[in-house]
């Protein structure tokens, strides 16, 4: 089956996602969909995949346009969607995950798990697959999950299977069998879409790529055609670059130094230092690892291994009040899940870390708290009506800075932000950065996460490259460009 | 065409008024209450005067019969914002009690007697032990739910069950003596009037209004059943918190239990205090706290707790059967949410 999706605009609210967006997929075609973390790669998809309608463009199966409503839809159009996170049930066993939603079932109304068995048994032998139909989902490796869900997807008799991110969670010899299995759908003439930030990945087993930035598609072509640098310059794209902010200025001693940190599952192996007066960047792509690393780090997170140190002194922080006690911020990722408290209005949010600082016998010392938070409306620029107006009555970026507001609040000597400039405009951008380097310049040591290259080149001093919970490489100066830190991200080296 | 805009202002305005002010429809339909409670005690009477005196009369029942829910239920405030809960309340009241009693006790068994300690030292003692157990029954609630990573709701369902039956199993034909002076505490009379418990009940709400609006602890109870990640992420120790309110929930209990123990001078081990869970977790959610946490006031509570308390003297001045009047409660409790999350939609 072809598919070809034309001009699809979509749109949330005020924010355009995709903007007279392309796609097209011929039957026994494996096609990658690059792009980076919100590129409008996924709601492509799952306007394809009938989760999410388009505003305008349409889609054409085999020159037929169609509009799906729902996932159900697509399915039966022959469009299997296989999302990031698996949709498995751990407690039954694999053919009744085969047959979830269609079970098939005897005269009587019981389940027919002989026919059920049988049947997959016989895609497996077709597939070439060693998987014991009866066995439960839960004792599957990750790599076998996917593939069950491939099958499923294949039992629906799907022609085209999107797949989102497959080998995130996967190692290299299970990302290897996932692949033998889809040079097979090929080679029985499905057309597969591979979303993906690995580009060597893509390389290895895609024929066609499409790439797209900020809502538009700004490539696409054979894969033989390119390198995996041509790729990566692609997805960040040159034209949008801007001026560095870097300063001079000097730096003092040591404030945090982290000494081979490892935890079962996120990071491992983490060593690095961040002095007083100095922007640390931390970069990498989705399943990096970094947010997990430094949440550890505070006591928010996992436990780990390996030693903290601390203005020079080995510490070892279990909780985040500890982390206030020592002076250290944690700006979260993800406002509105770990950074707002939506039932609190303006004055608290913003004060929310120094309360304990600002009480005597328990009681909140209110002018204090008042005059403390009038200050950083005024450091910060925040704009608000009223102090007792709910938080989420604020802009993205003025709620940012009242979350800023609440760490500053308590005068830290490490502030970590992590995606700092998340879902907030422009200029509220251009904000946040001044007032990450001033506070550099008063001598605090700031540490940047974020999966923007842009932002780590024009803000940080130096800058780490995580690639799945390993620092794959350190870039600064010259080397500090958005090429060589996709080349890292993406599990490469620099020669 | 001008009129009709007028009165849409209007009507936008007294609705963005209710939208920004929880309490609003809540007192509301307290004075509604109110009103029909006194329509309905009817105006029969030979002067102003006794008309007052029977009002007056019947609010100062109300008020009393209503204390010990009412003291609770600030507690249980604190436990749902928190966004937990704590079906224990019942079983501890009974726990408690007992203990205060057999300390108490002047008969053969009373332990404080044997030990050659009587009068205002033994309750002294009796008090402080009681209030220490309670505390320590909200702290064992406080550490399964903290600790043991257990929901709040099955936490304290297990312990529910295991205080009550173990209370009653030691309790078994045991039937102490409560001194006469100790009755004071709640049957002592100002004015010809059995005031003690509403006094405590006054004065506890408004302890519990100052700690929920004016301390750290109070505020951040509100930020950790609002949003318990970003609360640890801003440096709150959230189970210190959690456990803290259980704790706290325990000694209201002790509280009340005292304030029972005083009026009654006796314990129906089986039956006292059961149901006091549900009838807490009612006023709260009446006076508009949400049960999934980070909102609510102890104004609200209290405000729940007189309607609730006003509707059951409604229905029996109105001589509705008793019972049919469980099922209005339900009414009003589903009516309160369903009108809540009419405000918070919009």
């Known amino acids: 089956m072809n598919i070809e999706m034309r001009d699809i605009y979509k749109a ?67 469009i299997a969607f296989i999302h990031q996170e698996l949709n498995l049930i751990n407690d039954l066993p694999v053919y009744e995950n085969m047959f979830l939603g269609r079970e098939i079932k005897k005269k009587n109304g019981l389940l027919n798990a002989e026919v059920m068995i049988r049947e997959t048994r016989e895609l497996f032998e077709r597939m070439n697959l060693d998987i014991d139909p009866k066995v439960m989902v839960r004792e599957l490796d990750a790599s076998y999950k996917q593939i069950v869900e491939i099958s499923r997807a294949l039992m629906t008799n799907a022609s085209v299977i999107i797949m989102d991110e497959p080998t995130s969670s996967l190692t290299d010899p299970e990302i290897e069998r996932v692949f033998e299995m889809m040079r097979s759908l090929k080679k029985a003439g499905v057309g597969i879409v591979f979303i993906s930030h690995k580009l060597k990945e893509v390389k290895t087993i ?223 951008k251009e904000e946040i950065y001044d007032i990450i380097l001033n506070l550099a310049d008063t001598g605090v040591a700031v540490i940047v996460l974020s999966s923007e290259a842009q932002e780590i080149i024009r803000v940080c001093d130096r800058a780490l490259v995580m690639y799945h919970g390993a620092l794959q490489g350190e870039v600064t100066g010259e080397r500090m460009n958005e090429h060589d830190i996709m080349r890292l991200a993406t599990g490469g080296t620099l020669n | 065409m001008e009129k009709a805009e007028t009165k849409k202002n209007i009507f936008t305005n007294i609705r963005g008024y209710w939208m920004t002010h929880p309490l609003f429809s809540t007192g509301l339909a307290l004075v509604v209450m109110i009103f029909l409670q006194t329509l309905a005690l009817g105006f029969q009477f ?63 068994n009373g332990i404080l007697r044997n030990l050659g300690i009587t009068g205002l030292p033994a309750y002294l003692i009796a008090i402080v032990i009681g209030i220490i157990f309670g505390l320590i029954l909200g702290e064992l609630a406080g550490l399964l739910v903290t600790k043991g990573k257990l929901p709040p709701f099955i936490a304290t369902l297990g312990t529910m069950k295991i205080f009550r039956s173990v209370t009653q199993h030691f309790m078994q034909g045991y039937t102490p003596v409560v001194p006469a002076n100790f009755l004071n505490i709640s049957s002592f009379k100002i004015g010809g009037q059995l005031l003690m418990p509403i006094i405590y009940w006054v004065i506890l709400a408004a302890v519990f209004f100052v700690i929920s609006t004016r301390t750290t602890f109070g505020r951040q109870v509100i930020a950790v059943g609002s949003n318990e990640r970003a609360a640890k992420l801003s440096g709150i120790n959230v189970a210190a918190i959690k456990r803290r309110v259980y704790v706290i929930m325990g000694v209201l209990v002790s509280l009340a239990a005292i304030v029972q123990v005083a009026r009654i001078g006796s314990m129906d081990y089986a039956n006292a205090g059961s149901g006091y869970e549900m009838d807490a977790i009612s006023a709260v959610i009446v006076g508009g706290t949400s049960m999934s946490g980070g909102r609510g006031t102890i104004i609200g509570t209290v405000f729940g707790t007189l309607i609730i308390a006003v509707m059951n003297n409604l229905l029996n001045l109105l001589g509705v059967p008793p019972f049919l009047r469980e099922a209005f409660k339900g009414i009003i409790v589903i009516g309160a949410v369903l009108l809540q999350k009419k405000e918070n939609n919009s």
């Open chain 1, 206 to 428: 895609c024929d066609r790529f499409t790439i797209l930035r900020d809502g538009n598609m700004v490539a696409e072509g054979a894969v033989a055609d390119v390198t995996t640098d041509d790729l990566a310059r692609f997805m960040v794209g040159h034209d949008i670059r801007t001026s560095a902010l870097q300063r001079e200025r000097k730096t003092a001693h040591e404030v945090l130094k982290v000494d081979g940190l490892t935890d079962d599952k996120n990071f491992r192996d983490i060593s690095f230092t961040v002095r007083a007066g100095e922007v640390l960047g931390i970069t990498g792509l989705l399943g990096d690892g970094r947010s997990e690393l430094f949440q550890s780090i505070i006591g928010a997170g996992t436990s780990y291994s390996g030693q903290v140190y601390f203005e020079g002194k080995p510490v070892e922080i279990h909780n985040t009040t500890q982390a206030v006690d020592s002076a250290i911020g944690y700006l979260p990722r993800n406002r509105k899940e770990n950074g707002i408290i939506k039932d609190m209005d303006i004055l608290e949010n913003g004060s929310i870390v120094s309360w304990p600082k600002f009480s005597k016998f328990g009681f909140i010392n209110r002018s204090q708290q008042l005059n403390e938070f009038e200050k950083q409306v005024k450091d910060l620029h925040i704009k608000r009506e009223r102090n007792n107006d709910p938080i989420t009555s604020l802009s993205g970026g003025n709620q940012q800075k009242v979350v800023l507001a609440k760490w500053l609040a308590i005068n830290p000597k490490l502030l970590i932000l992590d995606n700092p400039t998340q879902g907030v405009d422009v200029g509220a």
């Open chain 2, 46 to 108: 030979d002067s102003f005067g006794q008309w007052f005196s029977t009002w007056g009369q019947n609010w100062i029942n109300i008020l009393r019969n209503n204390a010990g829910i009412g003291i609770i239920s600030l507690g249980m405030t604190l436990v749902i914002v928190s966004g937990g809960i704590d079906l224990a309340v019942g079983s501890t009241l009974v726990a408690v009690g007992a203990a205060i009693m057999v300390l108490i006790d002047t008969g053969p």
């Open chain 1, 12 to 78: 949330f609210a005020t924010n355009i996602v995709l903007k007279q967006v392309s796609f097209s997929l011929k039957s026994g075609e494996i096609c990658a969909l690059l792009g980076e973390n919100g590129a409008g790669k996924s709601t492509l998809m799952n306007i394809l995949g009938g989760v999410l309608p388009a505003e305008s463009g349409e889609i054409l199966l085999d020159g037929n346009p169609v509009i799906f409503h729902k996932p159900a839809e697509s399915l039966s159009a022959g």
